[in-house]
């Protein structure tokens, strides 16, 4: 039975403290965090549900509103999933805070795509602990599914949870809690529906986990070691989430995955019939697709940018440009086939934005090659690059190869790669001045003034001093120059002394 509001039994916050806090008060930590729980309870039911408090042993090992915080490290794979955990949780009727130190439970998504990215998830797991020991702390991700028997090792660690058992991450959670069997009156579809965890933790785009996986093995990549074969969502399943954040307000999405040219392979599908069928069976105003593997993609992939809300964007990794080179990687895409695939892509939208992955010192790399690579890059040219040395990483071909490149010739080649970066991103840049574009505004960088930072459908940023622009909001305006470092457009006078780092950049990657 759950009681209402004014129920004589019930007087509100404190009639919990008034009438047993000692008794229970003094039973140390556990008892401490179910006296925090039953606190939010009265607080925060949404729809308002109260609860008869009748003993403290109620809410021991029966948990009923858990408050859950989420951190990732690494890809946009990482980040979809934090928003499925996040909506499961809260359709059972728990919260998410932004908050890890008041959590009751953290769920950190971790990164082993580099040997930094190993060497972060650990700070960050120590980090989290340390910051609040009482949480459950929960730990996933491909430094873990590599890791398993360290990371439960590690100081705090409640729970480790393999890449292959992610869909069943909420269940083991909240066993912890032994709250598995209670799905609980506040399995109300209306709280989930109501309530979008993505907006609640300030995002504006929601990555939309389409595959995991990757049949392919690039010497150098620990990724398809970590998530396993390729396995696809059905379509249903994934124009249904699609659907239900756009009626929560989400106005752009981003199709992600390990290998997400390789959708639809294990189910009959493909990418280019998926993409298809969102544009058909959603009203979604912005349609992206995060990192896509330049390869596995039909010649007509591209007429599918006629519609326009398939935003004219694609981060396609090139790796190397040197063939010799990318034989060494075992890449499926060499650099003629790179070159036509780019150009269909700007034959088919004008200032189609092509972004990429380019890896520097790879284990026999010669000057020639690298050379090879600077010039390919030149010619192409990219609206923005992720660049990273070379890192053995145990496990995978690559890293046993004969002529590891020293460390000082990756920091120099590294170096002349992001200064051409620079360069081809201006130039780029440069072909948008006097067009006019619709933003997605996501960002306000002074809370009483009207600066707002979003992205064009070409996912560039731009900035723009307007007190009419909100969050979320899409708003056209024109493109009248670039920031002074070069990274950013801006619209009108906003001021254009703005510098990257005044902007949050949430990427573990580099
Ligand atoms: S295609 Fe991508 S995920 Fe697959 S092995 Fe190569 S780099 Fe790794």
């Not at 934090?82 to 919260?95: I, Y």
């Not at 609206?383 to 490149?405: D, N, V, W, Y």
């Not at 933003?439 to 940023?461: A, I, K, M, N």
Request: glycine share 8%; charged share 25%; hydrophobic share 35%.
């Amino acid at each position: 039975m759950v009681p209402m509001v004014g129920d004589p039994r019930f007087r509100g916050d404190d009639a919990i403290g008034g009438s047993g806090d000692d008794a229970v008060g003094g039973g140390g930590d556990s008892v401490q965090r179910e006296w925090r729980l039953a606190e939010r309870v009265w607080k925060n039911s949404t729809l308002g549900m109260v609860f008869l408090v009748e003993s403290a042993d109620f809410f021991r090992g029966q948990v009923y509103n858990v408050l859950v915080n989420f951190q990732a490290l690494g890809c946009r794979l990482n980040e979809a999933e934090l928003e499925t955990w996040a909506s499961q949780f809260m359709q059972r009727g728990h919260q998410v805070t932004t908050d890890a130190a008041e959590a009751d439970v953290v769920v950190f998504n971790s990164c082993a795509v580099t040997a930094q990215a190993d060497r972060k998830s650990r700070q960050q797991i120590g980090r989290l602990q340390r910051g609040n020991p009482n949480a459950r702390l929960i730990v996933t991700g491909c430094h873990a599914s590599l890791n398993p028997e360290a990371v439960q090792e590690y100081l705090g660690v409640d729970l480790v949870v393999d890449n292959a058992d992610k869909d069943q991450l909420v269940e083991h959670t909240l066993q912890l809690f032994d709250d598995a069997g209670r799905q609980g009156a506040s399995a109300d579809p209306v709280v989930g529906e109501a309530l979008n965890s993505l907006l609640l933790r300030g995002r504006h785009r929601g990555f939309i986990k389409i595959q995991d996986g990757c049949r392919y093995r690039c010497t150098y990549c620990i990724v398809t070691l970590a998530r396993g074969d390729e396995r696809s969502r059905s379509e249903p399943e994934i124009i249904a989430e699609i659907n239900r954040l756009h009626r929560q307000g989400v106005q752009e999405i981003a199709l992600t995955g390990v290998h997400v040219g390789g959708y639809g392979s294990d189910i009959d599908s493909s990418l280019y019939r998926l993409l298809n069928e969102i544009l058909e069976k959603s009203e979604i105003p912005r349609i992206r697709l995060a990192s896509v593997e330049p390869w596995d993609l039909p010649d007509h992939f591209f007429n599918l940018f006629q519609d326009s809300r398939l935003m004219p964007h694609m981060h396609l990794p090139i790796q190397s440009g040197c063939d010799s080179v990318l034989r060494r990687m075992a890449r499926r895409c060499k650099t003629a086939e790179f070159a036509r695939l780019v150009e269909r892509a700007r034959k088919a939208v004008p200032l189609f934005n092509v972004t990429t992955d380019l890896i520097v010192g790879f284990p026999g790399e010669t000057e020639q090659e690298w050379r090879q690579t600077l010039e390919f890059v030149e010619q192409t040219g990219f609206g923005h690059m992720h660049i990273f040395p070379f890192s053995a990483r145990a496990g995978t071909k690559a890293a046993r190869l004969p002529q590891q490149i020293d460390a000082l010739t990756k920091k120099d080649r590294s170096r002349e790669m992001h200064d051409l970066a620079a360069r081809l991103k201006q130039r780029e840049l440069r072909l948008h001045l006097g067009n006019r574009a619709e933003v997605l505004w996501e960002q306000q960088l002074d809370s009483d003034g009207g600066q707002w930072t979003g992205y064009t459908p070409h996912y560039h940023r731009i900035l723009a001093d307007r007190q009419d622009l909100g969050a979320a909001s899409i708003r056209e305006v024109s493109i009248d120059s670039i920031s002074a470092d070069g990274t950013t457009l801006v619209s009108g006078d906003a001021s254009a002394q703005i510098r990257l780092d005044d902007i949050r950049f949430h990427d573990a990657r580099n």
